[in-house]
């Protein structure tokens, strides 16, 4: 059972939330249409004012007859002190015509007219006098005059018996009008379903009304009494949403045709104020007093006075009741705006703190960054030192091993040397002791062998020395070796530079050359280097090492 109720909720919702979509867009529809009532009586009157132009072209009583019955027609619903002028205007014209018909049909607007201004007595006494056998075309009009008169003194009776005296007439004037009208007339269809309705067949009243309304010019007066009759019957079955909605709409209409006397937009403010919309209700009961006083329709000014006191009251509680929120409002906005106001203050205190504190750690960031490079910069260098030293210490260990050994090597080549000069010395070859004392080969051998024995370790210890050195210079012709050579007296001279022996003497004695042949040598090179001359020697210190 839980299952199937909320199957049909889900089913119904959308059409549910369609229909209060509907009827509040129509609501917006009509607040806007009360908003604007001056553009629409603005229209009217131009429409009017029309008419009344075509008076000073018309030449005959006949003309005059037509265009008072116009006016007579655009000021019945919109101003009834006018509308009663050219009532009788018409009604003298007809006179003149001495045409019956015309008469009675302008005494029948004149009874009309007399109603709404409520003077029941001249018009019922018109009414008396109309012989309306001699009109028949004019009975339905003649009966519905009638049963709206007497339905204005009901309203207004003193006394509850008067006051069915005057219900009992009115349908009966009413119930009579049927007979006298065209099948399928706005006339007839307004009769008839006011018949249903007070007979109770609500269903056969919308049914027929329903259907009508859509055939209804949107301009046509008659539309906003169909759809206040449509209201009524909704209201007999107690449906106060379609009753709202056939009500808006029939108010639209009116207001948009600038009526100034009608009853749904008074019932309409009434139900407004039954559902809480005190705000709307006042909006519209005040636009029908205002609309009332206008017309000088007295009934409707009795029944908006009936209201208007309730609905005012109501609306100036709303009004107080929103005064003292609104109080309240500030009083705690005032409040709430002093604690922001303080937070504000301590947040702007903590924040200066908080600046005051990044500026201080700002500082010290960069000092420790500072020290950091400078740590770096002490680490790279003893880094450096600590490979200087390891590679001086690899030197030494290398170079000590090669010095014992040609130490070693020397002194048995000295002695066998030695022995050598001794033979030619004991032998008496004095010849042979001269010739080899004086002869440099034995020198030149050595250092020969000494030269290759430098330029092999030298190599064992730096590898790519010679392909590193080439990169250091824009011309490697000083690289290129000869056959069999390791190294040449360019290389070696900055072989011994790269061992750390930089002085120019000390190269000088060691390749057995003279300073300036050394010095010559050294700046020639350096003239020769890709970079800055200045840097070459200390790029040279960086072969072999991860230094650049």
């Known amino acids: 059972m839980n299952r199937f109720l909320t199957l049909i909720f889900v089913l119904l919702f959308p059409v549910l939330l369609f229909g209060q979509n509907n009827f509040d867009s129509l609501l917006d529809q009509l607040d806007k249409t009360v908003n604007n009532y001056q553009t629409y009586s603005n229209k009217k009157e131009n429409e009017i004012n029309k008419l ?28 009834s002190d006018s ?73 207004y009776a003193a006394s509850l018996q008067e006051k069915e005296k005057y219900v009992l007439v009115t349908k009966k004037y009413h119930d009579s009008s049927l007979n006298f009208y065209k099948p399928q007339s706005s006339a007839y ?117 009936k209201m208007l006191p309730i609905i005012n009251e109501a609306y100036q509680k709303q009004n107080e009741t929103n005064r003292l929120q609104l109080i309240l409002f500030l009083i705690s906005a005032s409040i709430l705006s002093v604690f922001l106001l303080a937070v504000l203050f301590l947040l702007f205190k903590q924040m200066k703190k908080l600046s005051k504190a990044k500026q201080d750690l700002s500082l010290a960031n960069t000092k420790l960054s500072e020290l950091n490079t400078e740590l770096n910069t002490f680490n790279e260098k003893l880094n450096e030192t600590n490979y200087t ?16 050994d040609q130490c070693s090597d020397y002194i048995g080549k000295l002695d066998e040397y030695r022995r050598k000069l001794n033979v030619m010395a004991t032998t008496g070859k004095m010849n042979d002791l001269i010739s080899a004392v004086k002869s440099k080969q ?22 790519n020395f010679i392909q590193e050195f080439r990169a250091l210079l824009i011309d490697d012709e000083v690289t290129q070796l000869k056959e069999g050579e390791l190294l040449n007296t360019e290389l070696r001279i900055f072989a011994l530079i790269r061992l750390g022996i930089k002085d120019s003497a000390k190269i000088s004695i060691f390749l057995r050359y003279s300073v300036s042949t050394i010095y010559n040598y050294r700046s020639q090179l350096k003239n020769k280097a890709a970079g800055p001359r200045e840097e070459f020697e200390a790029k040279v210190m960086r072969i072999g090492t991860n230094l650049k």
Not at 64 to 72: E, H, P, R, T, V
Not at 119 to 129: G, P, Q, S, V
Request: hydrophobic share 40%; aromatic share 14%; proline share 2%.
């Open 52 to 79: 009344k132009g075509l008076l000073k072209y018309t030449s005959t009583d006949l003309q005059k007859y037509a265009i008072y019955g116009k006016l007579y027609a655009e000021y019945k619903s919109y101003q």
């Open 189 to 305: 269809i307004m009769a008839k379903s006011s018949r249903l309705i007070d007979a109770g067949k609500l269903n056969e009243t919308l049914h027929l009304l329903l259907n009508y309304f859509p055939n209804i010019a949107p301009n046509s007066p008659d539309r906003a009494v169909i759809a206040y009759i449509i209201s009524q019957a909704y209201r007999a079955k107690k449906d106060s949403k379609q009753e709202k909605k056939w009500l808006t709409i029939s108010a639209i209409s009116d207001l948009q045709l600038a009526k100034k006397e009608y009853i749904s937009l008074r019932s309409l403010a009434f139900l407004m104020y039954e559902n809480g919309d005190i705000d709307r209700a006042y909006k519209y009961i005040k636009r029908s007093l205002e609309d009332a006083l206008f017309c000088n329709a007295r009934l409707r000014t009795y029944e908006i006075s």
């Open 83 to 155: 509308a009663l002028i050219y009532a009788r205007r018409s009604f003298q014209i007809a006179e003149k015509l001495n045409d019956v018909g015309k008469l009675n049909d302008a005494r029948l607007n004149l009874a009309s007219i007399m109603g709404t201004l409520g003077m029941y007595k001249e018009a019922t006494d018109i009414l008396n006098k109309i012989n309306i056998n001699t009109t028949p075309d004019l009975k339905g009009y003649y009966f519905t005059v009638n049963s709206v008169v007497y339905g204005y003194m009901s309203d």
């Open 442 to 463: 034995f020198i030149e051998n050595e250092l020969a062998a000494f030269y290759t024995t430098f330029d092999k370790t030298f190599l064992q210890l730096f590898p």
């Open 389 to 404: 030293l390891t590679e001086a210490n690899l030197l030494k260990e290398i170079y000590i091993g090669r010095y014992m």
